[in-house]
């Protein structure tokens, strides 16, 4: 480990960006925008895949895989869709290369220009109706129930590691129903799999809602998502899951027969989270020592890590760590034994800080006379002796404990950190000075959210599926509004 | 299902494709060359890639994520790697679109060129020894066993359903070491483990060797192959292990201080599989009334269908069914119960047989008053009447026996179609009309490969490791020559 991370206190934004090069869980790589996912990195995510991929397959999801391609021809098809996407798109225009007989340079090969255009996929409905298009003829070919797990590219300006890169991992479910209100139920039912999964599994509890149509997907009737609340105060979207209407079943002229025989347009929906939620896990519970994980998505659980002089020690350390390490791997728990001799103790309990292993117990000679162990959990830094019997269920316990732990942590920082404004002044004091959610009314019209966010920054992250009706006047304009919305500056 | 297969006598090429098709596997999508993976053929490749993930876990490896677009410049870096894959790369030259004002089209925003031209990963020895770089300063980094899931492009002109086309799913793995006989070492490994899943998991006997000059790896020192048989008697690569020596080191500076502060570049291996697994799979095993699975890749292992009259039978067979259903489950097998009213047995029994379904369990009234059930085997298509007593454990005993003996159908397969030649004329003969790998003589030089190929079709698919020292003459110039080599026409 080399120096220390900057505090959070300090410069956040610094702090994030240290902590995810320095834990090893991704970095910028050469190409502009893009990152690199490291090892330690991806095994998060692939934990948070294969529990994702259960969620859905549970709820009757199948894979499958589209191209990456998309001709240039289908985007225009959907009108608000490219009007979306058409600002940040990767395209294809050449499929050769070839020495330039001249400069003796590789170049592109003028000869070898595409007919039409590609664009690297941004997201993948245009491509995926295409291909409905001829899956579906009768209302026995409904629904479609499918997700992709895949990479896309939306060429952003700004970018920051996980939070916004130019491509980035995600998953996208798009799915064929006969009616509305299927659709609907398949738009809500995955918005409530992610709030399930960021917060049992991550430990970030999250606001559910729609989206106010300034926000809302480039083609969707409706959108509904997740927010989350970061330390600094500011907000992230984690996931979002859109009722699509029959917009692409009509761009794409995607019909189904009914059982009798009555010919309509497909209702659809599509539903997403992408390596963005490693951005929430980091955020929402590191500290200034170093990532702090959630139990279930940490690539090790538990560390053990000898303090010995002399290989007699060590040999004997050994033996009762490797048995601990069998025992504690019986019940499930992912153990790493760390007894390389090219580092010492206090670096090796840095290093295993920094990464965020949940729990790491150290053993030495005394610990092998008295039958005991020092367990460290990584949420609390908290220390203490235990005895080696019944250490497996203690724990398992304790793994469960953090687990919880680090949730309700976030759940009492994000209750300290919203708020209710009932007037600008307020609002704007909130927003610029303490941060957080802001709970407001508002007039329920795009222009007076526009100059909300062109004057604080703060958007309308949700308008909360649990908002309670009651009467109020719009912080902005003073007309009448029905219920509270969530504000807040977002990532 | 809609009409019936091809036959593979009739037209071999033919059958594929509608296989393919008809299964529910893939099929080609609106971008040329790129295929759509659908829901059935993807969750095969899913079961392959659970398989071979866990391989390389177990041999030490981490899987990682590295860019899709590859600066132009990194492939010039190393001269013979660019000659391989110049001629088939999609470039990205633009990152944005724009609505054209006179023609109120979308158009490619000609004010968005990027300076430098991206390509579409072919494969990411550049990009990752380009990062490697940076993760290795001394011995004590070594090794990098790193590998990664992901889709590449090379522009093939010619493409075909799983076989070849333009987008193809892989996982490439690429691994740094310290010494020469280490990354060697590695190599074998990985050809050795690609090996292991052919046979034991595809059901598919592979030869391994090396490969010739013409047909090494662009970059590489020694392309390390798997080569399967088909049924129409051509070969089919299924993986590939590269030594790729010092070549990408020495490309992107990469060196490493050895225990006694000596610097050397490092030593490096790459190996992949694709979803050209697939097609193995497909085409060896495969007959005239469909697909047929080896169990250990089959995503419903076993298919249970009602046959009866009126609600009350299906009520009293639907008890018995679920329970035999939970009973297998409990064993780990995966078993699919399709009692849909809207199609006939008959109907199930062919649309099961084309997905390959390896048993299918058929159970009537008479059953239900016998204790019996009929047992279908996909393989051998026999049928049996069975007691329903210890069905579970003669299901699990029978599934083994399936994937056994598809393995040992395409070895007799193999055997009966591989050929020695000693002379031109025999050669060309058996190529031309038995098809299958012929063993002959060849003097060493890649102008003798070339001819061959120009005038039979067939390339030589890899010097076995197991071939047998032997003095001979070369099949075309006559030259002595040690060991005989395999050649093949070839997918």
Redesign the interface.
Known sequence: MAEKLTKRQENYSQWYNELVVKADLA?N???RG??????YG??I??KMQAALDKMFKDTGH???????????????KEASH?DGF??????????????DEVTN??I?DPAAKLEE????RPTSET?IW??YK?WIQSY?DLPIL?NQW??V?R?EMRTRLFLRTA?F?WQEGHTAHATKEEAIAETEQMINVYADFAENWIGVPVIKGYKSENERFAGALDTFAIEALMQDGKALQAGTSHFLGQNFAKAFDVKFADKNGKLDYVWATSWGVSTRLMGALIMAHSDDNGLVLPPKLAPIQVVIVPIYKGQDQLDRINEKANQIKSNLEAKGISVKYDNRD?YKPGWKFAEYELKGVPVRIAMGPRDLENNTLEIARRDTLEKEIKSQDGIESYIDELLKDIQNNIYQKALKFRKENTHKADTYEEFKDIIENKGGFVLAHWDGTPETEQRIKDETKATIRVIPFDSIEEDGKCIYSGKPSKKRVLFAKAY
């Open positions: 970095e790589s050469a190409v893009s990152m690199v996912i490291k090892p991806y095994s995510w692939e199948s894979n499958a895989y589209f191209p990456l391609f998309i001709p240039k021809s289908f985007f225009s490219v058409a600002k940040e798109c990767a395209v294809v225009t050449h499929y050769r290369l070839k020495n340079k590789i592109v255009e590609l664009i690297v491509i295409n291909t001829n026995r499918v895949a990479n590219v060429w491509e991992l090219t």
